[in-house]
């Protein structure tokens, strides 16, 4: 089964950047689409980005249009998402997540990391 570790999180100003990393242990990791979903304290989880297995097709919350950007490298096994002019309303714990299938990891993927927080201070 494959596992999935994310790093990368922690404090950042309003307007600054961060890139978030996911690592998946196991094998197969190219034939698994990849999402990026946050959840902030009080809120439920959200869908903020997500990409094929090829990386050829990427997906991506409204919110988050044009600053963030979900990128992966099939040979280092991980998943990326680099972040940028980040929002204090941004602050949350951050996950990685995966399934087979591409509709499936925008809304109920069946694996997920533990999560790494994101704190945008003001």
């Known amino acids: 089964q494959v596992q999935l570790v994310e790093s990368g999180g922690g404090l950042v100003q309003a307007g600054g950047s961060l890139r978030l990393s996911c690592a998946a242990s196991?094998?197969?990791?190219?034939?698994?689409?990849m999402g990026w979903f946050r959840q902030a304290p009080g809120k439920e989880r959200e869908f903020v980005a997500a990409?094929?297995?090829?990386?050829?097709?990427?997906y991506y919350a409204n919110s988050v249009k044009g600053r963030f950007t979900i990128s992966r490298d099939n040979v280092k096994n991980t998943v990326y998402l680099q972040m940028s002019s980040l929002k204090p309303e941004e602050t949350a714990v951050y996950y990685c997540?995966?399934?087979?299938?591409?509709?499936?990891?925008?809304?109920?993927?069946?694996?997920w990391g533990l999560g790494t927080q994101v704190t945008v201070s003001s």
């Open positions: 997540a995966l399934d087979r299938a591409l509709v499936v990891v925008t809304t109920t993927p069946r694996t």
């Open positions: 196991g094998r197969s990791f190219s034939a698994y689409a």
């Open positions: 990409i094929d297995w090829s990386g050829g097709s990427t």
